[in-house]
């Protein structure tokens, strides 16, 4: 069974440039049939997507966020990775790895996610 | 951008069925999906594509969907059913979140 397992800082300081990893086992990052996303949630709010990679070369990202994320998948490693550049104290959340079907361009729901990693934003 | 809309709370008293909505312009044409989450964990997908159970999720769960609204419906809501509930879908320029419900059983 897939299992997602992340990894992060825990805390970064403003203006610099947040990098998370999520660790697939029990299948392949480079699995064109799926979706690799990261979904956030800031203390006592809701989730909010915040973007979508595809091996296949399909990318989506929350319009919010575009100018500021990457999602890349690392094959030696079998991992998705996240980078938030110039974070501010409003991008301070959990941060949730997750996999969804993929079916052309189309974006099923996540089904197995990560653990999360909260992510607190402050000098 | 696009948006899902859900009541921001739902109580029923346990046995009750508990009924949460979820309002977006794009449902007549786009499936709705459902998560619960409880204080601390991650999301459990709970309703796929409008209707469908998701694996492991007992029979008192069920989704629907007509025009602008998706329903979750939960029939004889029991106390530990309490959690958020999120809508979710996705458009062709990628996917959204609802605000969230708190369902309150008590």
């Known amino acids: 069974r897939l299992h997602l397992q992340q990894s992060g800082p825990g805390l970064v300081k403003p203006s610099e440039t947040l990098s998370l990893t999520c660790a697939v086992s029990?299948?392949?990052?480079?699995?064109?049939?799926?979706?690799w996303g990261w979904i956030r949630q800031p203390p006592g709010k809701g989730l909010e997507w915040v973007g979508s990679?595809?091996?296949?070369?399909?990318?989506f990202y929350n319009p919010s966020l575009r100018s500021r994320i990457s999602i890349s998948v690392d094959l030696s490693n079998n991992q998705v990775s996240l980078n938030l550049d110039s974070v501010t104290a409003a991008d301070t959340a959990v941060y949730f790895c997750?996999?969804?079907?993929?079916?052309?361009?189309?974006?099923?729901?996540?089904?197995?996610w990560g653990q999360g990693t909260m992510i607190t934003v402050s000098s | 951008s696009y948006e899902l809309t859900q009541p921001p709370s739902v109580s029923v008293s346990p046995g009750q069925t508990a009924r949460i909505t979820c309002s977006g312009d794009?449902?007549?044409?786009?499936?709705a999906y459902w998560y619960q989450q409880k204080s601390g964990q991650a999301p459990v997908l709970v309703i796929s594509?409008?209707?469908k159970r998701a694996s492991g999720i007992p029979e008192r769960f069920s989704g629907s969907s007509s025009g602008t609204m998706a329903t979750l419906t939960i029939s004889g809501a029991q106390v530990d059913d309490e959690a958020d509930y999120y809508c979710?879908?996705?458009?062709?320029?990628?996917?959204?979140f609802g605000g969230g419900t708190r369902l309150t059983v008590l």
């Open positions: 979710y879908s996705t458009v062709t320029t990628g996917s959204v």
């Open positions: 794009a449902l007549p044409r786009k499936y």
């Open positions: 594509e409008d209707t």
């Open positions: 029990g299948g392949s990052a480079s699995d064109t049939d799926y979706y």
């Open positions: 990679f595809s091996y296949s070369g399909s990318t």
């Open positions: 997750a996999r969804a079907g993929r079916s052309g361009n189309y974006h099923f729901a996540f089904d197995i």
